[in-house]
């Protein structure tokens, strides 16, 4: 590979982390690999692949949309959502939804890029019907998920799938490199260069790397979301992804970890440790303030399952946690303090089942005077919420559809 495409792709690459850290996130998971038996550019989930000459034809904004282009592929999980419906249809379908995100967020698209107004804002499983089953539209990339399968005619399409080099070819399969060679271990571009096919994704790979990319997409959004840079149309979409499938724990554990306080420090400690400032690891514990919604829409059962959730997770970051519960009004025997080594355990019995507003814990908070690290509110978010967002990041826990004006949700499963 020339060594001006390896230096468009890292460009491109870092201009999208720069600019666009969601999408530059996801980018990074995806290897770079030089590939000969490509026409333009493809995925399998597992590398980002490309014709050489390609890339060079290519701008370096528009080289940005080709590699956005595949990682949003992976990670809406494109691979992993086909089901019953034709691998031409889909791809196409999957093609428009991508496409047409990646210009609203203000990417320039190559010539050829499929992206139909009329599709704007619905997903691939929506597209799909609208696409004619002799449809002559073409995709801008090769999608290599269903590798093991695409020799086979396709239900409903009325033509043969095209067969990639390393289905049913003994002399590619035997020159095909071992499977470590798709790894996602590295992302530097393999200057060497493929001249087959990647092997097939088997659909244990499927189910192992829709995991993957559940996650991934899950990490970046959040990091988005606090820097303020993902827009609420990308939001919507992603959640929908991810509600359903990525457990709370995850995400819970994930946000609790990046919170914690562990960080180096140049404070003199000792004037008898001499003139010079040397950094010491500097450790605070967590203040988290939890609220619960006893209101009647959540059942004991479940809180003592999320008390018992967050216990576990409490040690992990050295948490304080204050807890209190709250229907339309305080619970009259809180707030209950657990120390970072202490066991949460909540009363026997949780007073509450009547209205639901969310003040009142805000108003607590603020009477005390308290600064907590994270307010974690476990709710269904049917009430009344405070005017305005606190000085201190929020996070809730919804169990439900209920939305939120302000602050980050994580939906319960």
Same mark, same amino acid.
């Given at each position: ?151 086979? #005619?396709?239900?409903? *399409? %009325?033509?043969?799938?095209? =067969?990639?080099?390393? $289905?049913?070819? @003994?002399?590619?399969? !035997? ?115 939890? #609220?619960?919604?006893? *209101? %009647?829409?959540?059942?004991? =059962?479940?809180?003592? $399952?999320?008390? @018992?959730?967050?216990? !576990? ?101």
């Amino acid at each position: 590979m020339a060594r001006a495409t390896e230096t468009k792709l890292g460009a491109a690459r870092t201009r999208l982390i720069l600019e666009r850290p969601f999408i530059g996130a996801l980018v990074m998971h995806l290897p770079l690999v030089a590939a000969d038996w490509c026409e333009t550019v493809a995925t399998d989930a597992r590398s980002f692949y490309f014709n050489p000459g390609y890339i060079d034809s290519l701008s370096l904004a528009e080289t940005q949309f080709v590699l956005a282009h595949e990682a949003m592929h992976c990670a809406l999980g494109h691979f992993a959502r086909r089901a019953h419906r034709a691998k031409a249809g889909w791809d196409i379908a999957c093609d428009h939804a991508v496409n047409l995100m990646l210009i609203d967020e203000g990417l320039k698209s190559p010539r050829g890029a499929l992206a139909n107004r009329a599709y704007r804002g619905l997903s691939a499983e929506e597209i799909y019907p609208l696409i004619a089953p002799d449809a002559e539209e073409k995709p801008l990339d090769r999608h290599l998920f269903d590798a093991g399968t695409s020799s086979l #005619a396709e239900p409903g *399409s %009325g033509r043969q799938a095209p =067969r990639t080099p390393a $289905e049913g070819d @003994a002399a590619s399969t !035997a020159s095909t490199p071992a499977a470590d060679a798709w790894d996602d271990a590295g992302n530097e571009a393999r200057s060497e260069g493929l001249r087959v096919a990647p092997p097939p994704v088997t659909p244990d790979d499927v189910q192992r790397l829709a995991r993957q990319w559940q996650s991934r997409l899950a990490q970046a959004a959040q990091q988005a979301r606090h820097s303020g840079r993902l827009g609420e149309s990308w939001l919507r979409s992603i959640d929908a992804l991810l509600e359903p499938q990525l457990p709370w724990r995850t995400l819970l554990a994930r946000y609790l970890v990046n919170i914690a306080r562990d960080d180096y420090s140049f404070q003199r400690l000792s004037r008898r440790g001499g003139d010079a400032l040397l950094p010491s690891l500097a450790s605070g514990e967590v203040n988290l303030v939890i #609220a619960l919604d006893t *209101s %009647g829409s959540i059942g004991e =059962r479940e809180l003592r $399952e999320f008390a @018992a959730e967050v216990d !576990a997770l409490k040690g992990q970051v050295r948490a304080r946690v204050t807890l209190h519960a709250c229907d339309c009004r305080l619970a009259a025997d809180g707030p209950w303090t657990f120390e970072s080594w202490q066991p949460i355990a909540l009363p026997h019995t949780l007073s509450g089942g009547g209205g639901t507003s969310f003040k009142p814990v805000f108003d607590w908070v603020a009477g005390e005077h308290l600064r907590p690290d994270l307010l974690l509110y476990f709710t269904d978010a049917e009430g009344e919420f405070p005017a305005a967002a606190p000085p201190y990041p929020v996070l809730w826990l919804v169990k439900g559809r209920g939305e939120v004006p302000w602050g980050e949700r994580i939906q319960l499963n």
